[in-house]
């Protein structure tokens, strides 16, 4: 199937779901892809996950900077079983991260797989599409399981 075609498919996917994540980024790419050119692309490629989780932290961390959330509550929260829940589980989160991430660079092809898993994921279950890392990251531990 042609790039284009493909890139079509998903955007389309994205408005059926009501998505604005996946058609946005669909759309973006492209244009990218119709960009004379392929640098803005493959600038796209080297750095577009490291900024995306960079605006993502920001994101997160925003209530912090406008001062919604005092330190004392921070503390607090760690203090709680379900602070110290979210604690083990973000350490987990970010290792699977950390596995994913390897697994797509040494791995790309398995991308195909995951973007679909994460499309219908958001069409069907109403998800949100931040969910290939982790799923490259469990991927990893299960094809590591299975080689034994």
Do not use: C, H
């Not at 219908?120 to 969910?131: D, H, M, S, T």
Request: aromatic residues 6%; positive net charge; without cysteine.
């Amino acid at each position: 199937m042609d790039v284009v075609l493909m890139l079509l498919v998903i955007t389309i996917l994205g408005v059926i779901s009501k998505n604005a994540t996946v058609w946005i980024a669909g759309v973006g790419l492209l244009a990218l892809r119709l960009w004379p050119g392929n640098q803005p692309l493959a600038w796209t490629e080297q750095y577009g996950l490291k900024i995306g989780v960079i605006i993502l932290t920001m994101g997160v961390l925003a209530p912090i900077a406008l001062g919604k959330i005092p330190w004392s509550l921070l503390v607090n929260t760690m203090k709680s079983a379900a602070g110290l829940a979210a604690i083990v589980v973000g350490v987990l989160v970010a290792y699977l991260g950390g596995r994913g991430a390897t697994l797509l660079t040494n791995q790309p092809t398995i991308v195909t797989g995951l973007m679909i898993g994460t499309i219908l994921g958001v069409a069907l279950f109403r998800g949100v599409p931040v969910g290939p890392l982790i799923a490259a990251g469990i991927l990893s531990l299960f094809t590591q399981f299975l080689r034994g």
